[in-house]
Structure formats: structure tokens, C-alpha cells
């Protein structure tokens, strides 16, 4: 073969496989690239013809041969994308997805129902115009006790079933203790709510280790036993009917005097007597009183200028009361079908 036959031939193959390649589908093109650039197709026949050609011709012959395999290469690997691109977008154009059909449903959580209690109560005062301020849960004897007027041996402190730490460390047993921390710290006027978790060594129906207060107190000049009324009564009607009223027992704690039991009207038979109120009329609701001026004077607050009252309550009785609730623990289990009827 002269130079000029494998040149034509040359350029011949490069037509033809050109032309191939456009007429073919996705499946047959790796058939062309074996035909025209496998080691036993066409291009590799033609230039066995090479034998004929001197020896310094051979070098140009091998550069048209490279050049052409390389464009057909690039050609080939080419049709090859576009062909699959097209096959997938076939695919996918084919696919039946209705994209009107509504989503899986979203789960929305709420906030737990001791949760939605202290917000309630919190709310109800902070309209009346009291800040909300937190304490530490781990406490020292000091603010849980000595500073709120139990001297030590003091028998209420035995009433505290408390979770002692260490010596003079232990966990809050009451939310009392926030009201000597915010009287080192502020002057009065002072008109404070505390919500937060206590523990006590107790566990039934109605007690679990761990529970929560909200304690509320109030510092001023001329504050009275009234107004602690005023306030607990507008309070217990909010939260439970405006229909319902309160009673005030005579009661003991060592950090007011004098203290007292409040009592709401039962909510459920509104005095009459039921199971919820064992047939008194009457549901105890919480703890209060004047602050005794011996919290006072360890906070140096002058006892002759300043009087004060306070109050506190336990959020799972009120909770358990309001939803008739017959088991504390279930606040605790979070068994989602208790849960989701709040
Ligand atoms: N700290 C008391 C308790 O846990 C409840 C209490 C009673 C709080 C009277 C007060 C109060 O602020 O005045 O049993």
C-alpha cells in the first residue's frame, strides 16, 4: 500500500465510524469503539498496510493514526453522555410521582403539663406585677435553713425529709431559700415569683423525691396580712374559677408569723363535698405568712421600716388537683399517651 492508499483509508474509517456513531443507541456504542479502536479492529488492520511504507514515512502515518484515534476516542466517550444523560431524563419523565399528594404529617411536640402549670402561675403573677427570679437546687444549710429562722435541732427541720449532700450541703427541700438570696442582694421594694424543682425524701401517690414549688414574696413598707389576702385570693381565682374562694388556717412555719394554710373552695363539687375535697368543702392549696423579722434581720432589713408576706405552693398538687390526677409518678413516666392529653 502506497502512503497515499492509507491516508484515504485512513480518512475513510474516520467517516465511517463518525457515521456509525451517530445512528447508534446507548447499548451498542462500546461495539463501535471494539470495532474501530479495539486491538483487533480496523484502525490496528490498516496499519499492518504499513510493512510497504519507508521507514521515514512511518512516523507521519503513526501521527494521523493517533490523531484520528484520539478524535474518535473524545467522540465516542461524547455520545456516550449524551445518550445516557437522554436515557435518564427518558427515565425520569416516565416516573408517575403525583406531587400534589400531602406529606407525611409533622409531629409537634408541647410543653409537659408541670410545665404549663408553673407557666400559668408565673403568668398570673407577673400580670400582677412580680419579677421571677431562680435559685440553686443544691443550697446550703444556711439559706435552706438557719438563715430562714430553723436554729439547729430546730424540730421543723425534721419535717424536711432532706437529701443531704454533705454537712451544710444538701438539696433544696423548699424554694424559701431564694427569698434570703435576693434580700442580700436587693433593697425593697422586692416582689419576687420563684419557680423551680425540690427534693425531699418521700415517695407515693401524692410524693415523688423530686418536685416542684413556686414560691412568690413580697417586701415593702406597710405591707400587711390584706394584702397577702388580696393577692392569694385573686390568685386562686384566676387559676381555678372565678366563682371560688378562699379560707386562711392558722399554721406554723419557722420563717413567717404568723403563718397559714390557705384553702381554696373545692373546684369540683364548689363546697358541697366530694371525693376530690373528702366531703370538707374545702382543698389546701398553700403555705404562707408575714415574714418573720428574724429572716429579716439576717439580711439586715430593718424590721421596724419593712414588712413583707409569702407564699408557697407545690406545682404536681396543683397540676394533680386540677386535672384529676391520682398518681404523682405519672408526671415522671412520660408515657406519651399520659402526655398527650395535655
Ligand atoms: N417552704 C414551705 C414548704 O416547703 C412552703 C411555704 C410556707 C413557703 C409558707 C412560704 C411560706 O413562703 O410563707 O413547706
Not at 227 to 232: F, R, T
Amino acid at each position: 500500500m502506497s502512503l497515499e492508499d492509507i491516508r484515504n483509508k485512513l480518512a475513510e474509517l474516520e467517516k465511517q465510524a463518525l457515521g456509525e456513531l451517530e445512528q447508534a443507541v446507548k447499548d451498542n456504542i462500546e461495539n463501535i469503539r471494539v470495532k474501530y479502536l479495539g486491538k483487533k479492529g480496523e484502525l490496528t488492520a490498516i496499519l499492518r498496510g504499513m510493512a510497504d511504507i519507508a521507514a521515514a514515512e512511518r512516523p507521519l502515518i503513526g501521527k494521523l493514526s493517533n490523531d484520528i484515534k484520539t478524535r474518535l476516542e473524545e467522540k465516542i466517550s461524547g455520545k456516550f453522555r449524551e445518550l445516557k444523560e437522554k436515557s435518564e431524563l427518558t427515565a425520569l419523565s416516565n416516573l408517575q410521582v403525583d406531587l400534589t399528594l400531602p406529606g407525611d404529617p409533622v409531629g409537634f411536640g408541647h410543653l409537659h403539663p408541670i410545665h404549663q402549670t408553673i407557666e400559668e402561675i408565673v403568668a398570673i403573677f407577673t400580670r400582677l406585677n412580680f419579677a421571677v427570679v431562680e435559685g440553686p437546687e443544691i443550697e446550703t444549710d444556711y439559706y435552706n435553713f438557719e438563715a430562714l429562722n430553723f436554729p439547729p435541732e430546730h424540730p421543723a427541720r425534721d419535717m424536711q425529709d432532706t437529701f443531704f449532700i454533705e454537712d451544710k450541703v444538701l438539696l433544696r427541700t423548699h424554694t424559701s431559700p431564694v427569698q434570703v438570696r435576693v434580700f442580700e442582694k436587693q433593697k425593697p421594694p422586692v416582689k419576687i415569683i420563684v419557680p423551680g424543682k425540690v427534693y425531699r425524701h418521700d415517695a407515693d401517690v401524692s410524693h415523688s423525691p423530686m418536685f416542684h414549688q413556686v414560691e412568690g414574696f413580697l417586701v415593702d413598707e406597710g405591707v400587711t396580712f390584706a394584702d397577702l389576702k388580696g393577692i392569694l385570693t385573686a390568685f386562686i381565682k384566676e387559676m381555678f374559677g372565678e366563682q371560688l374562694s378562699t379560707r386562711f388556717r392558722p399554721s406554723f412555719f419557722p420563717f413567717t408569723e404568723p403563718s397559714a394554710e390557705v384553702d381554696m373552695s373545692c373546684f369540683a363539687c364548689k363546697g358541697a363535698g366530694c371525693r376530690v375535697c373528702k366531703q370538707s368543702g374545702w382543698i389546701e392549696i398553700l403555705g404562707a405568712g408575714m415574714i418573720d423579722p428574724a429572716v429579716f434581720k439576717h439580711v439586715k432589713y430593718d424590721p421596724e421600716k419593712y414588712t413583707g408576706f409569702a407564699f408557697g405552693m407545690g406545682v404536681e398538687r396543683i397540676a394533680m388537683l386540677k386535672y384529676a390526677i391520682d398518681d404523682i409518678s405519672l408526671f415522671y413516666e412520660n408515657d406519651l399517651r399520659f402526655l398527650k392529653q395535655f
